[in-house]
């Protein structure tokens, strides 16, 4: 099977929700009327999560979010999606990310049912990468280095 399309898709909702929960969290209250009504959709967590944190507000956590969670995801999917070299490294660095972002939030403030979600599309990325690169597979891979015709075969 081709892994290549739902790694794909994961990558491109995760560096979406990324951007826009980033924004949300970094405007936050400065938003005005829009941030007062994200905060009563629950979009925006309250300020008292933050109590026991080195933040005072959720602008540093929401630029973090954008440009290491939504940034990395969004490099994978290009490099990806042009089918570069690096494509998988990169796909499991997002992925990877996204767990250790997950643990630091579990670590930092109250659990919410998007820590499950985001931590399952974490392990989903390294899953399909793995499997990408055929490390499921019955029988041991040959000790030769991977030939064109196998990199073909990945992507």
Not at 72 to 94: E, G, I, K, N, Q
């Amino acid at each position: 099977m081709h892994w290549r399309i739902p790694l794909l898709i994961v990558q491109v909702l995760v560096a979406l929700s990324a951007a826009v929960s980033g924004v949300a969290l970094a405007l936050g209250e400065r938003a005005g009327t829009l941030g007062e009504r994200a905060g009563s959709l629950g979009i925006i967590p309250p300020l008292e999560w933050l109590e026991g944190t080195p933040f005072d507000s959720y602008l540093v956590p929401g630029l973090v979010l954008i440009l290491v969670v939504g940034g990395t995801h969004a490099l994978a999917f290009v490099l990806l999606l042009r089918r570069t070299t690096w494509a998988l490294a990169a796909s499991a660095v997002a992925g990877f990310g996204m767990v250790i972002w997950v643990f630091v939030q579990m670590v930092l403030i109250p659990y919410s049912f998007l820590q499950a979600v985001y931590f399952g599309a974490g392990l989903l990325e390294i899953v399909l990468v793995l499997l990408m690169l055929d490390l499921f597979h019955p029988y041991p891979p040959a000790l030769d280095p991977p030939s064109t015709v196998a990199r073909e075969r990945i992507f």
